[in-house]
Every structure is written in structure tokens, then in C-alpha cells.
């Protein structure tokens, strides 16, 4: 195995706080084990267009508590899905990674993102690359491990939200939906909700419809309780669209994810229909999710997992990912990862959920 010199990062898809944590990690592990780090800018398009910083202490000094990215990020992807088998293959720019790569003499890659990242990671693998794989989303949707970085900073943010909203809805006596983050998984809405005390709870994992939501918030008003909170998943599937998600037509990301809001609205406007007397407002959190700094649970994950990262590379460990399971931080394939993305909430969680509140 060729000696390991220089590492390079980069960071893929939506931001989370947390990751300059794992960059700084990254920083300061390498270091001492006399390895060289640059990052790539905007994810996979800067190894693609050779755009790169280096990164020493100074670079990452007072990054640990910002959220966001210090080297930027964005949905880049050097490979194309074939419409007609469902696979991916490699595009041009896939070679221009290559070429980047062997110039600038990077003999290990750390990429730190969601499935999408990661499966790009995993994909370069068959063409030489030694990658290493840090899972961030706050969706909490990535295979493998307990948790991903960001997703404890979403639920604080979220649970506050539902705090704040408390006040204005039994004020009011309003029904107020909140739309939170959760294409495919309702981590953020289930735990969210349960921690907010929400009284309904939508998420992907179980369709659901109008008349079943509408029928909670009379129970709650026959008992005297004059407001309700519904905390809904953006890839909520009601049952009346055939359990499809609520999605903006004609746009599509660069992996093939259509892009995803509006179920809030939507389930206002029906809710409207069923003649309660409460009236329905929404708020949809959207990127507020996402921004503001890491707690304190986010910024130790990271830098475990910034550590591992560098550590695994050192120890040929690649095309695998870090991974929380229970208190060890562990190194788990990245085929094993992808083949069980996305992770969707556990049995437990579901019936807390139901059993918890109305639903």
C-alpha cells in the first residue's frame, strides 16, 4: 500500500452544524501523524475543477462551535443514472476527479455528507480512490450508524420552535402545523414532535389522512383542549394523493431527488375543509434546521469522527464510513451503508409517537 502523505476533505450536499468540527478534527489528528490536508470547495465539484485550499491549524482555528461549511458545499455529482437499467455510470468529470487527484498528489479522500456523497465515494472506490466516508444530515437517514452530524442541532431547533409556538396556539386557539425537514425518514418529526409535546405527528414512515388528523383535533377539542400543534414531515405521504410525497414540479436535483415542500399547506387547506373551529396556520422551518451552531453533542461526534476518519486512512481502512454504534465510533462498509439508506424510524419510536400523543 502506497504511504499515506496527504489527505483531502470536502463536504457534499445540505450543510449541517457540526461538520467544521469534523474538519477541525481532521486538521488537528493529522498533524501529529505528519499528513498534509487540503479541502476541496463545494463538495465534489472542487475536486472535478481542481479547486482546493490547504488546511492547516491556522485554517481551522475558532471553526469548531460555526455551523455550515468552511470549504462550502453542493450537490455535484460526477456520475449520471442510466433511466433505462437504474444505473449510475460515470460521466467526464469523473476523470477530471482522477486527473485532480494524481496532480495534487491526495492519496486518501474524506468525504463528508449524506447517501448522496457517501455513494459517490463509494463509486471512485472502483476507479482507485481511498475514501473514507463521514455521515452528516440532519435527515438521521444514513445506514449504520445511531446518529449523523447535525441531527441533535435540527431537534434542538425544532423543539424550541414547538416551545415557542405553544404560546401563540393556545392564545389563539389555533392549529398550528409546523414543516419540518425528512424526505424519506421522519427522524426530525417524530423525535422533534415527541420532545415539543406536539399532539399530532406526521412522517414518511406511515401515510396518513385527512379524516384521521381531523378526527384527533376533535378528540382534543371534546376534551376540552381548545388548540392542537402538528408537528408534519415534508415527505409525509397523505393517503388522498395515493400516498405520495407533496413535491414541486419539474425540479429535480442532481440525483434524482425531486424537490420536496408545500405538505404543510397542503394539509391546512384540507383541514380547512372539515369545518373545524380551530383555524390552521403553518410555519414551515425550513433551512433554520439546519443553520445556527452545533450543540454541544454535535461538536463531540465530530470530532470522534474526524479522528476515526484519519485514523482508518492510516490503517488502509477505506470505501467504509464512520459510524456511532452505541458508545464506539466504528468503521462500517460503505456497499452496507448505501444498501440500507434511507434508515427509516425504528418500531420503537412510531408507537411512542402514537401512543404519546392523538396519533
Not at 485532480?100 to 455528507?113: E, F, K, Q
Not at 473514507?132 to 437517514?141: K, R, S
Not at 404560546?167 to 389563539?172: G, K, L, Q, R, S
Request: hydrophobic fraction near 45%; charge should be neutral; glycine fraction near 12%.
Amino acid at each position: 500500500m502506497p504511504e499515506l502523505k496527504r489527505i483531502g476533505v470536502l463536504t457534499g450536499g445540505g450543510d449541517s452544524p457540526g461538520i467544521n468540527a469534523a474538519i477541525r478534527a481532521i486538521v488537528r489528528r493529522a498533524e501529529p501523524a505528519g499528513l498534509d490536508v487540503v479541502g476541496f470547495r463545494d463538495g465534489w465539484r472542487g475536486p472535478v475543477e481542481d479547486d482546493l485550499v490547504p488546511l492547516g491549524r491556522a485554517e481551522v482555528t475558532g471553526i469548531l462551535h460555526i455551523g455550515g461549511t468552511v470549504l462550502g458545499t453542493s450537490r455535484t455529482n460526477p456520475f449520471e443514472k442510466d433511466r433505462a437499467t437504474g444505473e449510475w455510470r460515470a460521466t467526464p468529470k469523473v476523470e477530471r476527479i482522477l486527473d485532480t487527484l494524481r496532480r495534487r498528489r491526495v492519496d486518501a479522500l474524506v468525504a463528508i455528507g449524506g447517501d448522496d456523497t457517501l455513494g459517490v465515494a463509494h463509486r471512485l472506490a472502483a476507479y482507485g480512490v481511498n475514501a473514507v466516508g463521514i455521515p452528516q444530515t440532519i435527515d438521521n437517514d444514513i445506514a449504520g450508524t445511531d446518529y449523523a452530524i447535525g441531527f441533535h442541532s435540527a431537534l434542538a431547533v425544532v423543539t424550541d420552535a414547538l416551545d415557542r409556538l405553544h404560546t401563540t396556539a393556545h392564545a389563539h386557539h389555533r392549529v398550528l402545523i409546523v414543516e419540518v425537514m425528512g424526505r424519506d425518514a421522519g427522524w426530525i418529526a417524530i423525535l422533534g414532535g415527541l420532545a415539543g409535546g406536539a399532539d399530532v405527528i406526521l412522517a414518511p414512515e406511515e401515510p396518513f389522512s385527512i379524516r384521521e388528523v381531523a378526527d384527533a383535533l376533535r378528540q382534543r377539542l371534546e376534551a376540552g383542549r381548545r388548540f392542537s400543534i402538528i408537528v408534519v414531515a415534508e415527505g409525509a405521504r397523505p393517503v388522498e394523493l395515493g400516498g405520495r410525497q407533496v413535491a414541486q414540479e419539474g425540479r429535480v436535483d442532481a440525483f434524482g431527488h425531486p424537490q420536496l415542500g408545500g405538505v404543510g399547506y397542503w394539509l391546512a387547506a384540507e383541514l380547512e375543509k372539515e369545518g373545524l373551529p380551530l383555524t390552521p396556520r403553518v410555519t414551515v422551518l425550513s433551512y433554520l434546521q439546519r443553520g445556527g451552531v452545533a450543540t454541544p453533542f454535535d461538536r463531540l461526534l465530530a470530532t470522534r469522527f474526524g479522528v476515526a476518519a484519519v485514523e482508518f486512512a492510516l490503517a488502509g481502512r477505506y470505501d467504509a464510513m464512520t459510524a456511532l454504534r452505541g458508545p464506539d465510533v466504528v468503521a462500517v462498509p460503505l456497499a452496507e451503508v448505501l444498501a440500507g439508506c434511507p434508515k427509516p424510524v425504528g418500531p420503537e419510536f412510531l408507537a411512542l409517537a402514537r401512543n404519546i400523543g392523538v396519533r
